[in-house]
């Protein structure tokens, strides 16, 4: 490719004046990476021997044997929300609920956490750099830890698992809105504040019109997210059918866990359809 640019007599771009087999720096990169990968195998020590492909086979085919009996109450002291079907409608709540919770107090911070609502002076500078570091510090925390935390003061249950979710959430959404504050369109905010308008005005009149599809848009992410960490959460205490799935797994009754589990893959590709609808009307 360099020779097309001599025999032209024209200038060889920087980037095909080094070699693939001379450029050090790629070179060395591709050395680092594989030294790394080397290293890590080393130190994880991945023993594959004490495998038993049989077994796993056997298993894979009683998670597709699945028992129907856990879709209706087992006792007489059961109730519909007993029955996996019933798990699965609360499971489902349990991150709407938390959703809804994240996005009340997410909003307010996110407009406080916004570069270009937050400058003008020390104090409202130094506000918004309390509450970035606010997001980035519960967003550091998996949700797994907050709801073993949540279980100690709640209880093992559907409110640990709903005000865990609501916490994570409240760093990840209000990062994504703060971000959206700071990417809209700076022009109507000018014209609102030449015309001598206060703060809470410009945000009214100037900053809300831009926010509303991807504050839509964000939540609906959100919300679908939330319902599939609400499933995991209940192998931890959080409520929901996670929890059931985890202790039918415990006892080996693997025809139950497939249903449960086939029940999660329908409930998650449904909510992904309607979110993807939503959002693609959004754009």
């Given amino acids: ?12 771009p920087r980037e095909l004046q080094r070699s693939p087999w001379t450029d050090w720096r790629r070179l060395g990169t591709v050395a680092v990476s594989i030294a790394v990968i080397a290293i890590g195998l080393r130190i994880t020590d991945i023993d594959t021997s004490r495998a038993n492909p049989a077994y796993a086979f056997s298993i894979l085919v009683q998670l597709f044997q699945f028992d129907f009996s856990i879709l209706t109450p087992q006792t007489e002291f059961d109730t519909f929300w007993d029955t996996a079907t019933g798990l699965m409608i609360i499971t489902i709540f349990l991150g709407i609920i938390a959703t809804a919770f994240a996005i009340v107090v997410a909003v307010p911070l996110s407009f406080l956490g916004a570069r270009n609502i937050m400058t003008g002076n020390p104090i409202s500078t130094a506000i918004y750099g309390i509450v970035r570091l606010l997001f980035t510090v519960i967003r550091s925390i998996d949700v797994l830890i907050v709801v073993i ?4 003061i709640f209880g093992l249950g559907s409110a640990a698992g709903v005000f865990a979710l609501a916490f994570h959430n409240v760093g990840v959404m209000g990062k994504l809105y703060s971000e959206a504050i700071e990417g809209i369109d700076p022009g109507p905010i000018e014209a609102i504040t030449a ?6 005005q410009v945000i009214w009149a100037a900053v809300l019109p831009q926010l509303v599809n991807p504050f839509v848009s964000f939540s609906i992410y959100r919300l679908d997210t939330n319902v599939r960490l609400a499933i995991i959460i209940g192998l931890v205490g959080g409520g929901g059918v996670g929890q059931t799935l985890f202790q039918y797994i415990q006892l080996l009754q693997y025809h139950r866990a497939g249903l449960i589990i086939f029940m999660i893959i329908v409930t998650v590709a449904a909510m992904d359809f309607v979110s993807a609808q939503v959002r693609k009307r959004l754009v």
């Fill in 1 to 12: 490719m360099a020779s097309y640019f001599i025999t032209r007599g024209l200038p060889v």
């Fill in 195 to 200: 015309t001598g308008a206060n703060r809470f």
């Fill in 149 to 152: 935390l949540t279980a100690v």
